[in-house]
């Protein structure tokens, strides 16, 4: 990578939260720029991390104190850093000591990247097992119909009347169009 700028990001989750220990650490790194942010984790509109992103060029770095500053859970982290690296932006953790900017640094990522890769596919196999589970036992799973065979029937006969529009008889059983519509 190229000689670029290295890009602080700071983030507290609460208002009463203070930035200072965060930027203090940065600028002792070195950042040309820091981006502070007053967000919740959770949340997934973060306009400094925007900012940072969309400013960030080929070359530079973006440093964050913590690993959980920049990222909301272990996939959304590796999400970001797996972006900057094909934008040819590298990323360092501080407290951590990672910098994808070193052989280390990659491997850690993708270790990373193996393990929240494992644990998708372990959840998938899970929630397969149980569905295959509950289907052995009589469960069909989903959403129960609305239309009952009376309300098919009801349906059925104000339409051959031509009498009704789609749209009323959807009214009159209290169902969508789409729901008249796939039963008739």
């Known amino acids: 990578m190229g000689a670029g700028h290295l890009l602080g990001y700071a983030r507290v989750s609460t208002a009463g939260q203070d930035t200072t220990g965060q930027i203090d650490a940065l600028n002792a790194a070195g950042c040309a720029r820091i981006f502070v ?6 949340k997934t509109e973060r306009v400094e991390l925007g900012k940072l992103l969309d400013q960030a060029l080929p070359g530079d770095v973006v440093c964050v104190v913590r690993l959980d500053r920049l ?6 982290l590796i999400d970001t850093v797996t972006t900057l690296d094909t934008r ?6 501080l407290s951590e000591n990672i910098d994808t900017t070193t052989a280390g640094g ?4 993708h270790i990373f990247g193996a393990l929240a890769e494992f644990e998708r596919e372990l959840i998938r196999e899970r929630t397969n097992a149980g569905l295959t589970a509950a289907r052995a036992r009589g469960r069909v799973g989903g959403r129960p119909t609305v239309m009952t065979p009376e309300k098919v029937k009801a349906a059925q006969t104000m339409y051959n009347t031509g009498d009704s529009t789609i749209a009323a008889i959807a009214s009159v059983l209290g169902v969508s169009r789409a729901t008249i519509y796939r039963h008739l």
């Open 106 to 109: 990659r491997l850690v990522f």
């Open 71 to 76: 990222g909301r859970s272990l996939p959304h």
């Open 37 to 42: 942010e007053h967000a919740s984790g959770a």
């Open 88 to 93: 040819g932006i590298g990323f360092r953790s």
